[in-house]
């Protein structure tokens, strides 16, 4: 076997999916490291923001409704940070790399589509894990969460919202001309996972026919699976429930993206 052979199996070897992957995250990472406003709110405020949802609880009956302290503000914090570390990031950033270019121009490398997007969405992705980690480790300290009592479902609800709101983000970028545009079609979803899926106000505690209609929102079913993993109380029934609606929503955003995802500039 010559030489050159050899150096070029070593060369296939290197560029591995992993590792392309990998090198992919480790730019953007730097990127975002440079983006002070955007890393601001990928990692201050969903921190901030339980702070918020314990003062607005603080007056709620929530032993009528079968909750606790503890099981609404830390299913809510991790809420917080699926929308802000991830859904609001993840859109800005492909937003950005669309129009510098960058996106344009890792399509002609060996990169494939699918490995371009998870990769400039994998740091914001960790970010909002490691936040999701501090947030049960505090609940568990500061207002006695504990452990979670069906931790698959936790899980399950994590994976299902990292999964739905990156394809969200995808399919928000395709209408967002300019990071700041960007961050002002991200609002809508936003304001309406806060007020509508359990953050602020848990579903609980509202009127059953209109628990009914706001279950069906994107972040619902995430927070139900996260509240169910960590009070134990989400029976089988419910918590597949609750992934076929993340399911169905994972489908449909992923479908929209496919569609309408743009990786030139807009004109």
């Not at 994976?159 to 609002?187: C, D, I, K, P, W």
């Not at 996972?193 to 505690?205: A, K, N, R």
């Not at 076929?244 to 004109?267: H, S, Y």
Request: net charge positive; hydrophobic share 55%.
């Amino acid at each position: 076997m010559s030489a050159t052979t050899v150096a070029t199996e070593r060369g296939a070897a290197r560029t591995t999916a992993a590792g392309r992957l990998r090198a992919l995250a480790r730019a953007e990472l730097t990127l975002l490291g440079r983006n002070k406003g955007t890393l601001f709110a990928a990692l201050v405020v969903p921190l901030v923001m339980p702070v918020s949802v314990n003062s607005a609880t603080s007056g709620m009956d929530l032993e009528a409704a079968g909750l606790s302290t503890d099981s609404v503000v830390l299913p809510a914090g991790i809420g917080f940070s699926l929308l802000f570390a991830v859904y609001a990031t993840v859109t800005s950033v492909f937003v950005a790399r669309r129009e510098e270019l960058v996106l344009k121009r890792l399509r002609t490398g060996e990169l494939r589509d699918p490995e371009i997007l998870a990769g400039a969405a994998l740091p914001s992705l960790a970010i909002a894990v490691g936040q999701c980690l501090l947030l049960a480790v505090a609940c568990s300290a500061l207002l006695g969460a504990g452990a979670p009592k069906a931790p698959h479902f936790a899980v399950l609800g994590l994976l299902a919202g990292l999964v739905l709101f990156t394809a969200l983000a995808a399919v928000t970028s395709s209408f967002s001309r300019s990071t700041e545009s960007a961050q002002v079609l991200t609002m809508p979803l936003m304001f309406i996972s806060m007020l509508g899926s359990g953050l602020f106000i848990p579903l609980e505690v509202m009127p059953d026919k209109l628990a009914s209609v706001l279950e069906l929102l994107p972040m619902s079913p995430v927070i139900k699976l996260v509240r169910g993993g960590w009070t134990g109380d989400l029976s089988a029934a419910g918590a597949l429930g609750a992934l076929a609606v993340a399911v169905a929503w994972i489908v449909l955003a992923v479908f929209a993206g496919q569609r309408w995802f743009r990786w030139e500039p807009r004109r």
